[in-house]
């Protein structure tokens, strides 16, 4: 049953510059936009939404042979379900999504986990011919892991680790035949932007000072 319904989302919905967009890539697009506008506005539904549109990214990624960006999807739905019990748990507690940014160890920490998970999984796709662009597609998928664990803890460099990810993501979609996924990318990239600046902006603090103490925000989150 599961490989039947694949098969209706990867129907193509419309052709787009002689290329074909399937249904699942279509709508799993539409609901990463709608996560991404969430977690703009630090809403915990972003969460659910994220996951529901993981699922069906998962059937477009497996269709284009990105066995790095459908590994990413998996991965995604776990780390949302993870994301989505600490955002409650911080709702429930505050009444609100408390965001910050992260201290230099934070920052060293995530760094490492991006270049070195990025090495050590595109090896792996490598050696197992399991994607046309190993390295590349790895660093999407380790990437977008790592934004997802900024993202719950609520800390302002989820959004410049989204950025990093959009740049290679851009190209990376158009090259494997999802030229619409590649611009959604772009629109990511410009919806990126906004969330980087407006969390930046509540934090109240500044890059120079990440370990100061976070700034809690008020009356502006959705349930």
């Known amino acids: ?17 002689g290329k074909p967009v399937p249904w699942s890539d279509l709508i799993g697009n539409i609901f990463a ?14 969460w659910p939404v994220q996951i529901l549109g993981s699922i ?10 990105l066995g790095g960006n459908a590994s990413r999807q998996v991965v995604i739905i776990a780390a949302a379900v993870w994301g989505w019990s600490t955002w409650q748990k911080s709702k429930s507690e505050t009444g ?3 965001v910050r940014w992260a201290t230099w160890k ?7 986990a991006l270049i070195v998970g990025t090495a050590v999984f595109g090896t792996v796709l490598k050696l197992g011919d399991w994607s046309w662009n190993p390295y590349p597609d790895a660093y999407i998928f380790i990437g977008s892991l790592v934004a997802m664990y900024a993202q719950g803890k609520a800390i302002v460099e989820f959004w410049f680790v989204w950025l990093a990810v959009d740049l290679v993501g851009i190209p990376l979609a158009v090259m494997g035949g999802l030229l619409f996924s590649g611009i959604v990318y772009f629109i990511f990239l410009i919806m990126v932007l906004m969330g980087m600046r407006d969390w930046a902006k509540r934090s109240r603090q500044t890059i120079s000072s990440p370990s100061s103490a976070a700034a809690t925000i008020h009356g502006e989150e959705t349930a």
Not at 4 to 17: R, S
Not at 33 to 42: D, Y
Not at 56 to 65: D, F, G, M, N, R
Not at 106 to 112: D, G, M, Q, S
């Open 1 to 17: 049953m599961l490989t039947d319904l694949f098969g209706i989302l990867n129907t193509p919905a419309f052709w787009l510059a």
């Open 33 to 46: 936009l709608l996560t991404v506008g969430l977690a703009l506005k630090r809403s915990v539904w972003s």
């Open 56 to 65: 069906l990214l998962l059937s477009a990624s497996l269709s284009a042979h």
């Open 96 to 98: 609100s999504i408390e």
């Open 106 to 112: 934070e920052r060293a920490v995530l760094l490492a």
